[in-house]
T-cell receptor
Framework: DTGVSQDPRHKITKRGQNVTFRCDPI?????LYWYRQTLGQGPEFLTY????????KSRLLSDRFSAERPKGSFSTLEIQRTEQGDSAMYLC????????????FGPGTRLTVT | GEDVEQSLFLSVREGDSSVINCTYT??????LYWYKQEPGAGLQLLTY?????DMKQDQRLTVLLNKKDKHLSLRIADTQTGDSAIYFC????????FGSGTRLQVQP
């Protein structure tokens, strides 16, 4: 299966701890996106990369959040000093630049902050 | 600003057609998308339409776009119990902006 993969699938952490999630996009896709989804809501955009360049960050994104895509392949999303409000599903998607920009999503990482 | 709105819930009988509606605000959106999400799963891309089209058909799915009214709809013909899920419309100028989703319940 060459779809988008995310690791871990579930993470439980205590408030104040740092967490890091990983996303591996579809191999030929040069764009990678991070979204957050809370219960009963649609996904909310966080940030995206084209190759290794971070092109856009949501103005809603706290400075406790940082994302990297060092070699233009996989990406990591780190949340520092987690808060209970960070509990959500973190979704990664990838696409090709150009054409219809269809984004294909991974299964997500569910974060629970206790 | 960007805002995508959908009705929250739709219930249909198996074999009937389902129509899920969506309104969006950003007229510069180039593509509009429909995604399906089953419980505990990620989002599955169902179909998309380019903003200069007004209709697209893909097997049991028909997408209608009224660009003047910024209204998008997804029609599912011969709805099956396996179609029960949450359906999201999304507009794109780069990142996707999603609606809150419409929960489709299919009664046997």
């Amino acid at each position: 299966d060459t779809g988008v993969s995310q690791d871990p699938r579930h993470k439980i952490t205590k408030r104040g701890q740092n967490v890091t999630f990983r996303c591996d996009p579809i191999s030929e896709h040069n764009r990678l996106y991070w979204y957050r989804q809370t219960l009963g809501q649609g996904p909310e955009f966080l940030t995206y990369f084209q190759n290794e360049a971070q092109l856009e960050k949501s103005r809603l994104l706290s400075d406790r959040f940082s994302a990297e895509r060092p070699k233009g392949s996989f990406s990591t999303l780190e949340i520092q000093r987690t808060e209970q409000g960070d509990s959500a599903m973190y979704l990664c998607a990838s696409s090709l630049e150009g054409g219809s920009y269809e984004q294909y999503f991974g299964p997500g990482t569910r974060l629970t902050v206790t | 600003g960007e805002d995508v709105e959908q009705s929250l819930f739709l219930s249909v009988r198996e074999g009937d057609s389902s129509v899920i509606n969506c309104t969006y605000t950003d007229s510069s959106s180039t593509y509009l998308y429909w995604y399906k999400q089953e419980p505990g799963a990620g989002l599955q891309l169902l179909t998309y339409i380019f903003s200069n089209m007004d209709m697209k058909q893909d097997q049991r799915l028909t997408v209608l776009l009224n660009k003047k009214d910024k209204h998008l709809s997804l029609r599912i013909a011969d709805t099956q119990t396996g179609d029960s899920a949450i359906y999201f419309c999304a507009e794109s100028i780069g990142a996707l902006t999603f609606g809150s989703g419409t929960r489709l319940q299919v009664q046997p």
